[in-house]
């Protein structure tokens, strides 16, 4: 074909004209803008009508984005898109879309904002501000909330005016301002709406704002406080007619961690083990992750490091798979524990180094200061007395400054007290000593307990007071089933005892448990005479 030939085989035909195609054009606008929103309208009550049947309507995701993908080019259809945003949350989040429905979520702020729809304004940003939260954007997450808090004071939305303020308090709490945060817990709890609500919302209401006083009292070593609040929680859930089973998993979850707190293990373990189950049968991909990472901590608490890195590894590719940046800079630091618990220090230093620089690029002072601390204990088993007792000294300050975790507090206070020891200075060494143990008293805490009697021992001039406090941290390790304080007490008594056959016997149970454990790296170039300084860690 010839180019001249070419160019009128192009030409459209003349009899449809310009004025013709643009009948067609309007035509077929209408027609694509109806179908959409009847597919729209059908996405929607497909939703509503499967919402016992997730995995139904998780299988028709990726066509329910490409709707609304569709509609944010159509004005007339973002109402209906709109919609079905709002009916589809919170699942896409706990099926692990964070970042397609972190784009679907402001574009409905947007369209809300710009039509009739602002009732709806307060759920969306406040399921914006909870998005952001979790993938670390901490300072945006809390100029959301603040919007959202008050769009739904504006608009009587009580339960997400809830949300919306203990997000902003678990935000603050990890931005090192823990007391703004229990100051707007308080406030939220004489707020009117909560007392002019209806029974219902009221008890939901009421269950959310104990579960995140839960958190702040069990890191504050209120523990009795804490449990109060998950009886409470659990009460009012258990009156609700139409059952919130979000919720009561994670109450299952918060009441775990009181449990492990408190050294109740097998408690614990059955706890978080529900909530576990419950997070996966609602398709929870997050929350599941969250209650796995949190049975990590009871295991190595038992001594059974093999379950709590696979526990914790697990969690971690789930955040990083997420982009859940702040949970996967707290399950980093937990791997660091493990490792230094295992002995394998080099790993352990790794870790810390990667949790701190984490927590560095979300600016999650809380995570910094740990980071810190836990690098101190590091340093102070590879010899650097004074970098740890700097490292130790800082994370100590930032607590007291921000009335922080008590348990933290316990524990650098009786590493700080080892570093005075081995030090030569016993005078210092017993006073942070005795400070961690009145601490320990304090929370009535047996693990805190343990590790205060073991740090007190260690500091004691008297042969026989060092015996008789290490006897009753192992008493006390043997009952909750702490096996590596057994250990080490063990490891302890064995260098205290004048008895060649004794110190023998006391040497091989140790070893024989830390073999068990994962954790026989700590008696390379030992004996019984010169035996390792175990870790004081919970």
């Not at 709707?67 to 099926?95: G, K, M, Y």
């Not at 998950?230 to 918060?254: I, K, M, V, Y």
């Not at 097998?266 to 706890?271: F, L, N, R, S, V």
């Not at 021992?457 to 008493?475: G, K, M, N, V, W």
Request: with cysteine; net charge neutral; aromatic share 8%.
């Amino acid at each position: 074909m010839s180019e001249q030939t070419w160019r009128v085989a192009a030409q459209p035909d003349t009899d449809f004209d310009d004025q013709t195609w643009a009948v067609e054009r309007t035509a077929w606008t209408r027609h694509f803008r109806n179908h959409l929103e009847d597919r729209l309208t059908w996405a929607v009550q497909y939703v509503r009508q499967h919402q016992h049947q997730l995995h139904e309507v998780a299988s028709h995701f990726a066509s329910m984005m490409a709707l609304l993908q569709q509609a944010r080019l159509q004005f007339d259809s973002q109402p209906a898109a709109v919609e079905l945003i709002v009916t589809l949350h919170p699942w896409p989040v706990r099926w692990g879309h964070w970042v397609e429905w972190e784009q679907a979520l402001r574009f409905a702020i947007r369209a809300a904002q710009q039509s009739s729809q602002a009732d709806r304004l307060a759920e969306l940003l406040e399921d914006l501000a909870s998005i952001l939260h979790y993938t670390g954007r901490l300072e945006e997450a809390l100029t959301i909330c603040w919007q959202a808090i008050a769009v739904a004071e504006q608009s009587k939305d009580t339960l997400y005016l809830v949300s919306a303020y203990g997000t902003a308090a678990t935000t603050l709490k990890l931005t090192g301002r823990a007391p703004e945060g229990i100051a707007l817990l308080n406030k939220l709890e004489a707020h009117e709406m909560l007392q002019k609500a209806d029974r219902a919302t009221r008890l939901s209401a009421t269950a959310q704002i104990k579960l995140f006083q839960m958190d702040f009292l069990r890191a504050q070593g209120r523990l009795q406080e804490a449990l109060t609040c998950g009886s409470e929680a659990l009460r009012c859930l258990g009156q609700l007619s139409t059952p919130n089973q979000f919720l009561s998993a994670s109450a299952q979850r918060n009441c775990g961690l009181v449990a492990y707190a408190y050294g109740h293990y097998p408690q614990a373990i059955e706890y978080l083990q529900q909530a576990q189950a419950l997070f996966n049968q609602l398709g929870d991909t997050f929350s599941e992750a969250l209650a796995r990472g949190n049975l990590g901590l009871v295991y190595w608490a038992m001594g059974d490091l093999n379950a709590a890195e696979t526990a914790i590894r697990e969690t971690i590719q789930v955040n990083e798979r997420l982009n859940a940046q702040w949970r996967l800079v707290k399950e980093i630091g937990n791997l660091a524990i493990v490792h230094l618990l295992r002995g394998h220090l080099p790993k352990a230093l790794s870790s810390v180094n990667r949790h701190l620089l984490l927590a560095e690029r979300i600016v999650a002072t809380n995570e910094i200061k740990r980071a810190i601390g836990n690098r101190g204990i590091i340093k102070l088993h590879v010899g650097l007395l004074s970098e740890a007792l700097s490292d130790l000294a800082e994370e100590v300050a930032y607590i007291i400054a921000t009335k922080g975790s008590l348990e933290g507090l316990v524990i650098n206070y009786a590493n700080m007290g080892r570093c005075y020891s081995l030090l030569g200075n016993a005078a210092l060494a017993r006073q942070f000593c005795e400070q961690a143990r009145q601490l320990a008293e304090q929370t009535n805490a047996d693990p805190l307990r343990i590790l205060a009697f073991r740090c007190l021992a260690e500091c004691q001039p008297d042969r026989q007071q060092s015996q008789a406090l290490l006897q009753r941290a192992f008493d006390l390790a043997e009952r909750l089933g702490r096996r590596f304080d057994v250990a080490a007490c063990l490891l302890a008594l064995a260098a205290l005892t004048t008895n060649e056959a004794e110190r023998s016997r006391l040497w091989q149970r140790s070893a024989a448990q830390l073999i068990e454990m994962g954790a026989e790296q700590w008696l390379s170039g030992c004996s019984p005479a010169s035996p390792p300084h175990l870790p004081l860690m919970t």
